[in-house]
């Protein structure tokens, strides 16, 4: 069975930085994809970055020039630098992976959520 365990949430004041990081555990083939989403309160989850097996990266607009996805492949981990936090960026943060099954099948896979709180 495969799990997604994230870490390195918390209360930050505005201007801080955090560093998320995701760990992939369980067996599998691969794993192709990686990313971030957040989820505000009120709102919709939304799609923070993401990083291909290759190293390619992609950011959503309000985090572009501030956050950086990074990956680590032997470690099946994938990373989420944080500055120049704002109140904005408060919200759950959720690890993502699209992990490809020993079997060769492709599925979708969540962490379970990590708290991002940004004062003013």
């Known amino acids: 069975q495969v799990q997604l365990v994230e870490s390195g949430g918390g209360l930050v004041q505005a201007g801080g930085s955090l560093r998320l990081s995701c760990a992939a555990s369980?067996?599998?083939?691969?794993?192709?994809?990686m990313g971030w989403y957040r989820q505000a309160p009120g709102k919709q989850r939304e799609l923070v970055a993401t990083?291909?097996?290759?190293?390619?990266?992609d950011y959503a607009d309000s985090v572009k020039g501030r956050f950086t996805i990074s990956r680590d492949n032997a470690k099946n981990t994938v990373y989420l630098q944080m500055n120049s936090l704002k109140p904005e960026d408060t919200a759950v943060y959720y690890c993502?992976?699209?992990?490809?099954?020993?079997?060769?099948?492709?599925?979708?896979?969540w962490g379970q959520g990590t708290q991002v709180t940004v004062s003013s």
């Open positions: 993502n992976a699209v992990i490809r099954s020993k079997m060769y099948r492709l599925s979708n896979y």
């Open positions: 369980g067996t599998f083939f691969s794993i192709n994809a």
């Open positions: 990083i291909t097996s290759g190293g390619s990266t």
